[in-house]
């Protein structure tokens, strides 16, 4: 059984990716005691520290949760956190199951299986902490979940003011809102119907709003459809994402727009490709 992510364009995991994988590993690995921990290569994005393997073990996962693209594995003493990073995946497998190049890291549980953690580029991290989560320098700073009421539009109307930033990036920062990347950033600003390269603090709170519901609306259907597949993504069952099948604007350039018929373009904005229909989009 494979999570894997490996998208397009130096796409990392989304957050229905995230989301796909955690409601997957969930019912394989929730109330299971770590046994043992098996590391092979400590070098990952943030290296492993000489104790990560006696701080888990023995640990029994109580939980397993998402913040923005991070899974949280949740313990009595602390929590693991993990970022699939542009390439990783986490396989659930037998334990003892013979390791193939660029296996890390192994979980293994109590009814003797694993939970193996993959990456050929090394950009994931697997990390544990003791201390609250609402405490980590990597979590603090985040912005709402988009899924959830604290993202609204009154909310980026706010934050928004004076901003020159294009809104495209501005809704992609993570201490703005969570978990909205390339794929669905492309997606919610069409459906909103508002140019990917607008200054953030000139638009209006109405639109704002329309771009909050564009927003919950794609990450929704991508959830049900179990994420896209730019490559190689897959859940924890081995199933591809579908969502790519719904894709606008994304990965579309110079085909009709569906609105309009108008062909897609393509621009360059913070070193990735943005889809837009320039009839459609203002």
Excluded at 37 to 55: C, G, H, T
Excluded at 61 to 69: L, M, T
Excluded at 123 to 146: I, Q, R, Y
């Amino acid at each position: 059984m494979k999570a894997t992510s490996n998208c397009e364009e130096e796409t990392m995991p989304e957050l229905p990716e995230v989301e796909t994988i955690r409601r997957c590993i969930m019912p394989l690995v929730q109330g299971r005691e770590i046994v043992r921990v098996v590391v092979r290569n400590r070098d990952l994005r943030w290296p492993l520290s000489n104790q990560f393997a006696s701080r888990v073990t023995g640990q029994t996962v109580q939980a397993v949760s998402r913040r923005g693209k991070y899974l949280l594995l949740r313990c009595v003493a602390g929590t693991i956190i993990i970022h699939l990073g542009m390439s990783g995946k986490l396989s659930i497998l037998p334990a003892g199951t013979a390791p193939v190049k660029h296996d890390h890291l192994d979980f293994v549980f109590s009814n003797n299986q694993c939970l193996r953690f993959n990456d050929p580029r090394r950009f994931g991290s697997v990390l544990w902490t003791a201390k609250p989560l609402a405490e980590h320098p990597l979590l603090a700073g985040l912005g709402p979940e988009p899924l959830e009421a604290g993202l609204n539009g009154a909310y980026l109307y706010r934050r928004s003011r004076r901003r020159q930033l294009a809104v495209k990036q501005f809704i992609m920062d993570s201490h703005i809102v969570v978990g909205i990347g390339n794929i669905y950033a492309s997606e919610a600003l069409f459906s909103a119907g508002i140019h990917p390269a607008r200054p953030a603090g000139r638009i209006s709170l109405l639109r704002y709003g329309r771009l909050v519901e564009a927003i919950k609306q794609v990450l929704r259907d991508a959830l049900r459809q179990g994420g896209t597949t730019l490559r190689d993504f897959c859940d924890s069952n081995g199933n591809p994402g579908y969502f790519q099948l719904m894709l606008r604007v994304y990965g579309h350039a110079g085909q009709p727009c569906p609105v309009c018929g108008r062909p897609i373009q393509q621009v360059r904005q913070g070193q990735r490709s943005t889809y837009f229909c320039g009839r459609c989009q203002r």
